[in-house]
């Protein structure tokens, strides 16, 4: 069990929060942090931030990554050991295209449909790198909930968006 009591969406997303600021700043990338938890049990069974493992690795893909490992089977076979009841809370909404050429985040959501019944998210994500994230409909089509946790958008995008360059300098020609 972990010291966060049960649906205190805020200490979950302040927890995500904190591991998105491990997340080392790049300017192609948003610092994210992802927090899977047991509904039933109130276990947090795995986090992840950017670029936390090696490879261009997204929060939610390394949370995966870690769980599917602990539980040594594929990513792609993680629902048939997992939970029944679980939630994802995020601190960015999970991208639906990766331009690295790696399954999108929503896409490996989406596979834990009917265990996972709700992603809290702490800000959409922004249309610096791809527009129209079409990311909440896959996961709203597969039965999955996305909650917006407020209270957050301020520090989650300055977190997110640490590496980036946020003025440009005037060029005099």
């Known amino acids: 069990m972990t010291s966060i009591q049960p649906d205190d969406h805020k200490?979950?997303?302040?927890?995500?929060?904190?591991?998105a600021q491990k997340s080392p700043p790049k300017s192609t990338n948003f610092a994210v942090g992802a927090v899977l938890v047991d509904l039933d049990t109130n276990d947090i069974l795995?986090?992840?931030?950017?670029?936390?493992?090696?490879?261009n690795t997204h929060a939610e893909q390394c949370a995966l990554m870690k769980l599917a490992q602990q539980y040594g089977v594929n990513e792609?076979?993680?629902?048939?050991?997992?939970?029944?009841?679980?939630?994802?809370?995020?601190?960015?909404?999970p991208c639906s295209k990766r331009l690295s050429g790696n399954l999108p985040c929503a896409e490996r959501v989406h596979r834990l449909a009917g265990s996972l019944r709700t992603v809290y998210v702490?800000?959409?994500?922004?249309?610096?790198?791809?527009?129209q994230?079409?990311?909440?409909q896959l996961l709203q089509d597969s039965g999955?909930?996305?909650?917006?946790?407020?209270?957050?958008?301020?520090r989650i995008l300055e977190v997110a968006t640490a590496g980036h360059i946020k003025d440009k300098p005037d060029i005099q020609a």
């Open 11 to 19: 200490s979950y997303m302040r927890l995500a929060l904190d591991l």
């Open 122 to 131: 702490g800000v959409s994500e922004p249309e610096t790198f791809v527009s």
């Open 76 to 93: 792609e076979d993680l629902k048939r050991v997992l939970p029944s009841r679980m939630a994802l809370y995020t601190t960015v909404e």
């Open 144 to 154: 999955i909930s996305v909650v917006h946790v407020p209270g957050f958008e301020s």
């Open 46 to 55: 795995a986090t992840g931030y950017t670029l936390e493992l090696p490879g």
């Open 133 to 136: 994230n079409t990311g909440k």
